[in-house]
């Protein structure tokens, strides 16, 4: 048995804060407002997501995902120990767990929900799409919530709940292009049929009007769970609201889906450096 020492657990930190800045760069900005002391144990929270959301680009089918997501398990119950201490994000995350007591259901909810991933069946609901963010990007938001605060009352976890949701959904559609290529349909089968689409509209890779009033309906329920989040946000009085930062990007990408030039598969919705950081600085001060 390996023992983790103190130089391999700053390693592993520092090895979380560098992926999170490289390939997930809406929360590592979101994470300089965050005090120093708690910014480290952030990253390894999100460098985790980073592994299990990746896993289904990395593997050549199913099973082998599977296989994955279940050393993850392994590693987070503590039956892997000297892999795990091996590993830079699961030492860090590890640790993290440890020091402020973060609740293993949460990992194990957003494990589950990822297996969604790997078998490349459309989404077959909203409320599954909801069900699924909340799984994922909600209980991000409300781990983060628990490293930040002393305390995360009730409005501070049910603003994590859509703050999550409308991260999500804004993030799918922002890759919806990545997922046309990949043939992963994450809009709602219900939302296309609604509007008189289909899985084979989505494939075609044509910008049908049917298809851009389904992703319309999608901005408009990202929207709801957005003044959803502002509103609890102003009932909260804990610390942990800072957390909840990246959600404040949301509107801005959801606005470039509704220029004329859309077209949800080719458009690369993104920000320049100075106004994802001047939304996220504006954010913060209206926090304090």
């Known amino acids: 048995m390996t023992m983790v020492t103190e130089q391999s657990l700053e390693a592993g930190y520092a090895h979380c804060d560098s992926l999170l800045r490289r390939d997930d760069p809406d929360r590592w900005f979101a994470c300089l407002f965050l005090p120093a002391g708690v910014r480290p144990h952030v990253h390894a929270l999100y460098a985790f997501n980073l592994e299990i959301a990746r896993i289904r680009e990395l593997v050549s089918e199913p099973m082998l995902g ?19 201490e091996s590993h830079p994000v699961a030492a860090a995350i590890l ?43 909600s209980g991000l938001f409300h781990l983060a919530s628990e490293i930040v605060a002393t305390r995360v009352d009730d409005s501070l976890a049910a603003a994590a709940h859509h703050a999550g949701i409308a991260y999500a959904v804004t993030g799918l559609l922002r890759a919806l292009p990545w997922h046309f290529v990949t043939g992963q349909i994450y809009v709602p089968i219900e939302c296309l049929e609604a509007y008189g689409a289909d899985a084979g509209d989505f494939r075609s890779g044509r910008a049908l009007p049917e298809l851009l009033h389904a992703l319309a309906h999608l901005r408009g329920l990202a929207r709801d769970h957005l003044h959803a989040c502002k509103g ?50 504006r954010a913060a001060r209206a926090i304090v």
């Open 232 to 281: 609890l946000m102003t009932e909260s009085k804990s610390e942990g609201r800072v957390a909840l930062l990246p959600a404040s990007l949301c509107e801005a990408y959801l606005r470039q889906m509704e220029k004329r030039s859309y077209d949800p598969f080719k458009s690369r919705i993104s920000l320049p450096q100075w106004r994802r950081q001047w939304i996220l600085w």
């Open 66 to 84: 599977e296989i994955r997501f279940q050393w993850w398990r392994e590693a987070l119950a503590g039956e892997r120990r000297s892999e795990a």
């Open 95 to 137: 640790d993290t767990i440890a020091k402020f007591g973060l609740s293993g259901d949460r990992f194990s909810a957003m494990i589950d929900a990822r297996l969604f991933d790997l078998h490349g069946e459309p989404m077959p609901s909203i409320a599954m799409l909801e069900a699924y963010a909340t799984a994922t990007a």
